[in-house]
């Protein structure tokens, strides 16, 4: 006789063998933990290699002519510190580090006044051809500055511009003037409208709307702005020998290269003096590194 199935019985999966699962987790979080340990192997070996440089760079400002090249530890069992007052006050490194810090700031507000309001244009104003001139102001960028060295020396020649102040200034600031344009257009044109349309109500005209509603919105740009021409222009060599000759007006990066020509042994004055060159950049990169990946991103997202 066959018996009845029972049909309110639950029915029993057969269960998965436990070991084979556990074995897998364990494989994964080796692999895992493979995977992180080359990762942060990779970028440590990385800091390592730009860190030191720095350290060997400081601890050689710290020695004297008879140790620098007999002692080759990073730590210096006495320091003098009084190589930065004598690289300051012999190689005249105040004055060249003055003169840098003059050039960078006239440069950095110079491009941020000109892009930012050239940029507003691009991106809310409409003008016949406008396509056409952003497009040819972009690809300026392919031309590299030392290429069209000859055509701006005869020009600054004939303006008489040479050996100047305002001589050095204005090709930085042409330089710097097409990323600027690019990148606080492509963030312009991500700003709401309707912000822009309340100001319009509210009675602002085009550059009130510009400077009080556009502008404090894209300080992220803003702040890649002023470290990248910052930085380019604090580490300016090229141009500075094209067109200053008079030691007054020389700056920083091209007064360790008239130091070196000068004393030529003195590689400790000439470490400090590196030292001090490498100080305002990075504080400027500190104090704003947290706009620098939001501009970045917020400039590369939409074109």
């Known amino acids: 006789m066959v018996p009845a199935i029972q049909l ?53 400002s710290l020695k004297t002519q008879s140790t620098i090249f007999s002692d080759m530890s990073l730590w210096v069992s006495r320091p003098h510190w ?36 050239a940029a507003y244009a691009f991106s809310r104003l409409k003008f016949p051809g406008k396509n056409i001139l952003f497009i040819l102001l972009i690809s300026t960028m392919m031309i590299p500055i030392p290429g069209s060295f000859i055509a701006l020396y005869v020009l600054l020649v004939k303006l008489d511009l040479i050996n100047t102040r305002l001589g050095y200034i204005l090709p930085q600031v042409n330089g710097g003037l097409a990323l600027g344009i690019f990148l606080l257009k492509t963030f312009f044109d991500k700003l709401p409208q309707d912000l822009e349309d309340a100001a319009r109500i509210d009675g602002c005209n085009k550059f009130q709307v510009y400077w009080n509603v556009a502008l404090p919105l894209a300080k992220p740009a803003l702040a890649v702005l002023v470290v990248f021409n910052a930085l380019a222009v604090w580490n300016e060599y090229l141009l500075a020998m094209l067109v200053l000759s008079d030691r007054s007006l020389m700056p ?24 001090i060159s490498i100080i305002p950049i990075v504080t400027l990169y500190f104090l704003m590194q947290r706009y620098i990946v939001a501009g970045i991103t917020a400039g590369a997202l939409k074109m």
């Open 252 to 275: 920083l990066q091209r007064g360790l290269m008239v130091f070196q020509g000068a004393h030529l042994t003195q590689y400790p004055l000439l470490m400090a003096g590196i030292a």
């Open 8 to 60: 309110n019985k639950p029915l029993v999966m057969p269960a998965r063998p436990a070991q084979g699962v556990q074995w897998q987790r364990w494989l994964y979080r080796i692999k895992r933990w493979v995977l992180l340990a080359f990762a942060h192997a990779f970028c440590l070996s990385i800091a390592a290699g730009c860190v030191f440089p720095l350290a060997w760079m400081v601890s050689s």
């Open 82 to 117: 009084g190589n930065y007052y004598e690289a300051w006050t012999r190689g005249h490194f105040g004055q060249f580090f003055f003169n840098s810090l003059f050039y960078t700031l006239a440069v950095v507000v110079g491009v941020i006044a000109i892009s930012s309001l």
